[in-house]
């Protein structure tokens, strides 16, 4: 009897990947095996394929390996101990999978475990780049009727983004400024509109800027912003001297939020900081906003879905890593993967 495969995209060296039969995952005890019928590709994974992402060189990630981290699919089997009830149920999973016992586990920030795997990420947990996935049950959020594959594998990404919008605290009428109209600077954009600010993004092409403008947004290039007050201001790049900038244009006493990440240290004078009463904070994942996301999205509160560009089958994931354009793509950030068509 020959054991069950499936296909599967492999990152097996910076710049090689491709679809491979592997041993299909089975549900061990706490865990459930997922069709998976929607992954999202994000800067993350782009940073495996060029090599550059730091776990690569901190040994908390090795080739081969298989990414995928935003998803969303339907339970297929569940293992021993594991209610039987989720067979069949739409599902989206968190990407940090904390030890569970360790003691900032125990305090609700498994997301910070220092054993933690993250899924197609950390810690040789294979990723949703493929047609099914296993995780544990506890990693599990089910999705209601009306947030679709493309909404639940959004999830993710908007569980970041809305960790970020709320970190800035912001009121109606409060004036916000986002740099970087990426993926999470959108989707942090949309997150803020819904809390009453007025939002602004910062870019530097023009067709992210007149995609921003497209979703409603005010948007700028660095050299035409304002000399207006903004309550917070929120790094959604990879720019180093970004956050430095943010800590100048923030108004004193509001907010700096931090959740881009540079390929080399930001500095800021924490003098600015003290002698401008500025709260600073750092966002890392989507684990304690992932319960809110779904709801913003169920209730279409937040529709992320014009970020979507395209949607391609898994023989296309090497070509997305590698920035190749898509035939018939729209203005959006966003590239999503269907496992299931080819
Ligand atoms: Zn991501
Ligand atoms: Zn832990």
Known sequence: MSAATMRAAVLTAPGECSVQEVPAPVASAGEVVVDVERVGVCGTDVEFFTGEMAYLHEGHARFPMRLGHEWAGIVRAVGDGVDPAWRGRRVMGDTMLGCGRCRRCERGHQHVCADRQEVGIRGGRPGALAEQLAVPVTSLHELPGNVDPALGALV??????????????????????????????????????????????????????????????????????????????????????????????????????????AGSPSHIDTRTLALKDVTAVGVLSASPGLAATIAAYATGQVDPRPLVAATVGLDRVGAVLAGAPIAGAGPGPKVHIDPRSH
């Not at 970041?160 to 709320?166: P, V």
């Not at 803020?192 to 005010?218: P, Q, W």
Request: glycine share 12%.
């Open 156 to 261: 993710e990404p908007g569980g970041n983004a809305l960790r970020a919008a709320r970190a800035a605290a912001l009121t109606p009428g409060d004036r916000v400024l986002i740099l970087g109209p990426g993926t999470i600077g959108l989707l942090t954009a949309m997150f803020a509109r819904a809390t009453g600010a007025e939002v602004h993004l910062m870019g530097h092409t023009a067709a992210s800027l007149a995609f921003a403008r497209s979703l409603g947004f005010t948007a700028w290039t660095e050299r035409e912003l304002p000399d207006v007050a903004f309550d917070a201001v929120i790094d959604a790049t990879n720019a180093a001297y970004l956050p430095a900038r943010a800590l100048d244009l923030v108004e004193p006493g509001g907010r700096v939020v931090c959740i881009g990440l």
